[in-house]
């Protein structure tokens, strides 16, 4: 699919210096052409007989730089760089910058392909520098460079710089205010890894006015809760999370307990964990509140209430957790039989994802909070009922 892009934009781009000569031509009849044109028919063969790259370098080699051609140089450095030719697009643009015939609005452009070129090559040191001064300027080149930088940003995790440039960008576009709160609890994760509470507090209390209803902030305010030992409001942060988003609800769990723990309040723990069940039907709440039931009523009124919520919920997870208790139950089923059944279903299980991101689909066996494939905030999400049988 890429190489048919690949090759769709070439043809264009071929048209378009065709188109070019053509016009030079007509201005300059006085002058002798023909080697120009020889070199575009050599390169037009090249594409034509799919040698692609020869193609490209005859079309660079063959077009002097103008303002006429500029932006025929600009699409080639950016094609090429499409086709992960990055040391090609750069010495294109490196290239087009050495020209002092360049009008201010191309240098900037031409700049900012460059930028990219760095960025996708990795360079980030020299795409940060050359971003930090286009975006020092006046212009439309302005924003450009700084949703450039805000990508720079988030791959070295450098949240305050993040948050900065961000916060520049947000008084134009909104949206990224669920970005810059999660920048923020990423500065409050670092604080909570250092023992600086104060710090985390602030950071949290920042994340809070930038996205209120970003699940994660409270998340963390239950763990800096426990660490200052205030159960109560452990609890109450934990719910907020919840209830901002039920399909996290089982990140809230093992805390919770914790807390309950701490307070001696059993009953409320198994309430909340009821709660949890009637918002989202999550296997980990399931199996929590099957423990407790079968405490208080035996393992046979603990299997049933596994089997209602499994045909009520259908799930790999949720058919396995039912298959080990009957195993320990010595519920029906020969045990070979059983062993088997089990093993081949925790194999499929193990080979299932925990997690998948809403936007683009990637998916993996641990929260992440930034989407490592399309780099949204907030979007994974834990897969819940049948979601696993739905998956690509």
């Known amino acids: 699919m890429l190489d048919n892009i690949a090759l769709y934009l070439l043809l264009v781009v071929a048209l378009g210096i065709g188109y070019l000569l053509g016009r030079r031509e007509r201005r300059k009849r006085g002058r002798d052409l023909g080697m120009v044109a020889e070199d575009y028919f050599r390169g037009l063969n090249h594409l034509l007989n799919e040698r692609h790259d020869l193609a490209i370098d005859t079309f660079v080699e063959s077009m002097a730089v103008d303002n006429d051609t500029v932006d025929t140089h600009l699409a080639l450095g950016s094609l090429v760089r499409r086709r992960g030719e990055v040391d090609k697009a750069i010495r294109i643009h490196q290239n087009l910058l050495a020209r002092p015939v360049l009008s201010a609005e191309h240098r900037t452009q031409t700049e900012l392909e460059l930028a990219r070129d760095y960025l996708v090559a990795g360079l980030l040191g020299r795409a940060e520098n050359l971003l930090k001064e286009l975006s020092a300027r006046s212009g439309t080149s302005r924003q450009v460079a700084q949703e450039l930088l805000l990508e720079i940003y988030q791959r070295e995790r450098e949240w305050e710089d993040a948050v900065r440039i961000g916060s520049e960008l947000a008084r134009s576009d909104r949206s990224i205010r669920t970005q810059l709160a999660h920048f923020q609890c990423e500065l409050a994760e670092l604080a909570l890894a250092d023992g600086d509470l104060r710090g985390a507090r602030a950071a949290l209390h920042k994340a809070g006015n930038f996205d209120a209803h970003c699940a994660r902030t409270p998340l963390i305010a239950a763990r800096v809760a426990f660490a200052e030992k205030r159960y109560k409001e452990v609890q109450r942060q934990l719910v907020r999370a919840r209830d901002l988003d039920a399909e996290l609800a089982q990140e809230t769990l093992e805390l919770y307990q914790n807390a309950a723990d701490e307070l001696n309040d059993h009953d409320g723990y198994v309430a909340y964990l009821r709660s949890c069940l009637d918002r989202a039907p999550v296997l980990a709440v399931v199996e929590r509140l099957a423990v407790d039931m079968e405490q208080k009523k035996g393992a046979e009124a603990a299997n049933e209430f596994v ?86």
């Not at 070979?336 to 936007?359: G, I």
Request: hydrophobic letters at 30%.
């Open 307 to 392: 089997l209602e919520q499994l045909l009520r919920n259908p799930s790999l997870g949720g058919f396995v957790t039912l298959l080990n208790r009957l195993d320990r139950g010595k519920q029906p089923l020969q045990p070979e039989q059983l062993a088997l059944v089990r093993r081949f279903s925790q194999s499929l299980l193990q080979r299932q994802p925990d997690y998948r991101c809403k936007h683009c689909g990637f998916s993996g066996r641990t929260l992440m909070w930034q989407c490592p494939s399309c780099r949204s905030w907030g979007t994974i999400k834990p897969i819940i009922q049948a979601q696993r049988e739905e998956a690509p």
